[in-house]
């Protein structure tokens, strides 16, 4: 399965789907397969790991229905630490990911146990 990542607001993405200019594709990224079917929203995101043969699995499991209303959370935290995840995933050696660890651990994690801390609004 070939997957093709195009700019929304390109004239190329406006030739495969028209009106997609219309669909706030900026902000919720659109997905559109040969036969002309197309996903937003959550949906998107499942297409895309399930377009990815290694991560089809994942796909199936994020589209339970336990963790799909999770979705767009678990989406978020994976986009803001994408650099952090990509340098974990990518380790081979456990030393030096147990150091990336132990250097990403927040104050709540340094005696051995992890607790949520409050957010700015004591949360």
């Known amino acids: 399965m070939e997957v093709e990542f195009t700019d929304w607001a390109s004239d190329e993405a406006v030739r495969s789907l ?9 902000a919720n990224a659109v997905v559109l397969a040969d036969d002309g079917a197309w996903w937003q929203g959550d949906a998107t995101w499942l297409t895309c790991l399930w ?5 089809r699995p ?10 799909r209303p999770l ?20 380790m081979t050696a456990d030393a030096p990911l147990a150091g990336m660890i132990r250097a990403e651990t927040t104050d709540g994690c340094k005696d051995g146990t992890c607790r949520a801390t409050a957010g700015p609004d004591g949360s």
């Open 51 to 55: 377009a990815t043969r290694q991560y």
């Open 58 to 67: 994942w796909a199936h499991r994020l589209a339970s229905p336990a963790l």
């Open 18 to 26: 028209p009106g997609i200019r219309e669909m706030d594709a900026g």
């Open 71 to 90: 979705l767009r959370r678990i989406v978020a935290v994976i986009s803001e630490n994408r650099l952090t995840f990509s340098r974990l995933f990518h």
